[in-house]
């Protein structure tokens, strides 16, 4: 990746404020003709948005689309129609106990919505924000509730491929667990005995940089010091005795190679993690019976930083886009790849810039919380590389925000245009909603507003 290293966040302006004109009419369009009988809108096909049957682990990426916008314009209508979906429709998301997902359908619905009381950008109402943190703690408590011990002492909050499944995921969606518990909630067990939900987001954090990220460290042949960083999708352990067997890949190329969306999800996650645990004192570690500050903050870091070197030298091409799985087997085709920028309209192997745009943002992140500038100025540079035309949607008939995004390359679920041989050109709601949360961010990063939190 070739860093521009006197870019600002300020530079950057221009095209935000492009993007939330063209997201303003594309939401309220997608809400009046979306038949929400047939699910959440996923991914688009031919420009228009689509649903998939799996999860609805979609939904609140949607609504949380439309509050988003309005953070960044002020626009009333949006606030109106994210509140009113998000009361309307969210509500089973809050009591889903088949997914590991509350972070994304509830902290970008509720959790928003509850932010920007704290921040007054919107009226505070105390029964409102007690909805708000109702729903916050409960969802918070319901994920935690997914949980597998590991041989080692540890354990995971599991998939919803069952017990036996640690995901890169749900690192991101901790931030369920922890707004429930800055609220001063608990998961109550049998006899009401109490389980800690930073005790469970840290022990689950701990747990998937120990075993879905390699530091060159020779866990195993492939474990070199060329590929520090790289991520497993998922690891798979025994349920019957909690002992770790091996890493898996549902939607990368192979175990061992790096399926990028799930790396992006590591860097955010635990950068975004790291700016919440660092305002904690000492005491909540130790009431919580995690290890001490110092050395949960200091595992962060070195899982966040070996993600983020690994985006930076090895998954992303010149200009910051990366490729859907480092290890895709017709990447070999592109030549050197790396050293050129990326290709969305190749016919070999397809970028995925819904997860360039998640990296981005963790990139941004963990620049901010370390004070380092190489980290800051690469998510800056990738930035600048999703706001250019090849990215960012602009025909008014595509209802996608975000262009060249993949869900599920194995499955084949990823729309290939006639005469083509690999995806290009559709846009997905994790995309899109990641695509305005980035924009509100550096928004934020160039003007006197609050610092954009989770926790607020």
Request: with cysteine.
């Given at each position: 990746?070739?860093?521009?290293?006197?870019?600002?966040?300020?530079?950057l302006l221009p095209s935000i404020t492009r993007l939330f004109?063209?997201?303003?009419?594309?939401?309220?369009?997608?809400?009046?003709?979306?038949?929400?009988?047939?699910?959440?809108?996923?991914?688009?096909?031919?420009?228009?948005?689509?649903?998939?049957?799996?999860?609805?682990?979609?939904?609140?990426?949607?609504?949380?689309?439309?509050?988003?916008?309005?953070?960044?314009?002020?626009?009333?209508?949006?606030?109106?129609?994210?509140?009113?979906?998000?009361?309307?429709?969210?509500?089973?998301?809050?009591?889903?106990?088949?997914?590991?997902?509350?972070?994304?359908?509830?902290?970008?619905?509720?959790?928003?919505?509850?932010?920007?009381?704290?921040?007054?950008?919107?009226?505070?109402?105390?029964?409102?924000?007690?909805?708000?943190?109702?729903?916050?703690?409960?969802?918070?408590?319901?994920?935690?509730?997914?949980?597998?011990?590991?041989?080692?002492?540890?354990?995971?909050?599991?998939?919803?491929?069952?017990?036996?499944?640690?995901?890169?995921?749900?690192?991101?969606?901790?931030?369920?667990?922890?707004?429930?518990?800055?609220?001063?909630?608990?998961?109550?067990?049998?006899?009401?005995?109490?389980?800690?939900?930073?005790?469970?987001?840290?022990?689950?954090?701990?747990?998937?940089?120990?075993?879905?990220?390699?530091?060159?460290?020779?866990?195993?042949?492939?474990?070199?010091?060329?590929?520090?960083?790289?991520?497993?999708?998922?690891?798979?352990?025994?349920?019957?005795?909690?002992?770790?067997?091996?890493?898996?890949?549902?939607?990368?190329?192979s175990p061992f190679t790096t399926w990028t969306r799930g790396?992006?999800?590591?860097?955010?996650?635990?950068?975004?993690?790291?700016?919440?645990?660092?305002?904690?004192?000492?005491?909540?570690?130790?009431?919580?019976?995690?290890?001490?500050?110092?050395?949960?903050?200091?595992?962060?870091?070195?899982?966040?930083?070996?993600?983020?070197?690994?985006?930076?030298?090895?998954?992303?091409?010149?200009?910051?886009?990366?490729?859907?799985?480092?290890?895709?087997?017709?990447?070999?085709?592109?030549?050197?790849?790396?050293?050129?920028?990326?290709?969305?309209?190749?016919?070999?192997?397809?970028?995925?810039?819904?997860?360039?745009?998640?990296?981005?943002?963790?990139?941004?992140?963990?620049?901010?919380?370390?004070?380092?500038?190489?980290?800051?100025?690469?998510?800056?540079?990738?930035?600048?590389?999703?706001?250019?035309?090849?990215y960012r949607s602009a025909s008014p008939s595509h209802q996608?925000?975000?262009?060249?995004?993949?869900?599920?390359?194995?499955?084949?679920?990823?729309?290939?245009?006639?005469?083509?041989?690999?995806?290009?050109?559709?846009?997905?709601?994790?995309?899109?909603?990641?695509?305005?949360?980035?924009?509100?961010?550096?928004?934020?990063?160039?003007?006197?507003?609050?610092?954009?939190?989770?926790?607020?």
């Amino acid at each position: 990746m070739k860093i521009d290293a006197a870019l600002h966040a300020s530079d950057l302006l221009p095209s935000i404020t492009r993007l939330f004109e063209s997201a303003t009419s594309k939401i309220h369009n997608l809400d009046r003709s979306w038949d929400r009988s047939s699910g959440a809108p996923v991914f688009t096909i031919n420009g228009k948005y689509a649903t998939r049957g799996w999860t609805e682990w979609t939904q609140g990426f949607q609504f949380g689309c439309a509050i988003l916008a309005f953070d960044a314009t002020g626009d009333q209508s949006l606030l109106q129609l994210g509140r009113l979906r998000t009361v309307e429709l969210m509500t089973p998301h809050i009591t889903h106990i088949g997914v590991h997902d509350h972070g994304f359908n509830n902290v970008s619905t509720f959790g928003n919505l509850r932010r920007l009381m704290r921040e007054n950008k919107i009226p505070h109402n105390v029964w409102e924000l007690a909805f708000y943190e109702l729903a916050l703690k409960s969802s918070g408590a319901v994920q935690a509730s997914r949980w597998s011990d590991a041989a080692d002492g540890a354990g995971y909050i599991y998939s919803f491929n069952g017990p036996h499944s640690l995901f890169i995921d749900t690192i991101r969606t901790l931030r369920a667990l922890a707004l429930s518990h800055q609220l001063g909630h608990a998961l109550l067990a049998e006899n009401d005995r109490k389980i800690s939900l930073l005790n469970r987001l840290i022990t689950h954090a701990l747990t998937s940089a120990k075993y879905n990220i390699f530091y060159g460290e020779g866990r195993d042949v492939y474990d070199i010091s060329e590929t520090r960083g790289r991520t497993a999708h998922e690891s798979i352990f025994n349920p019957n005795d909690g002992r770790y067997r091996c890493p898996n890949s549902q939607q990368g190329f192979s175990p061992f190679t790096t399926w990028t969306r799930g790396l992006a999800w590591a860097m955010l996650g635990f950068a975004e993690e790291l700016e919440f645990l660092s305002t904690l004192p000492e005491q909540s570690f130790t009431a919580a019976a995690v290890p001490a500050r110092q050395d949960v903050l200091k595992a962060f870091e070195k899982a966040a930083r070996a993600t983020c070197d690994f985006y930076i030298h090895q998954a992303a091409a010149d200009d910051g886009i990366c490729y859907w799985d480092t290890g895709a087997p017709n990447l070999q085709k592109l030549g050197d790849w790396r050293s050129a920028p990326a290709d969305p309209f190749n016919d070999h192997e397809p970028v995925d810039a819904s997860a360039s745009v998640i990296a981005a943002q963790g990139l941004l992140r963990l620049g901010h919380y370390l004070g380092d500038a190489t980290y800051t100025q690469a998510g800056l540079t990738l930035s600048r590389t999703l706001f250019s035309d090849a990215y960012r949607s602009a025909s008014p008939s595509h209802q996608g925000l975000l262009l060249h995004s993949i869900y599920h390359r194995p499955k084949g679920w990823d729309h290939i245009p006639t005469g083509r041989t690999s995806p290009r050109g559709e846009s997905s709601m994790w995309g899109d909603y990641h695509f305005l949360e980035l924009s509100v961010y550096l928004q934020r990063l160039a003007s006197s507003d609050p610092y954009l939190t989770f926790f607020a």
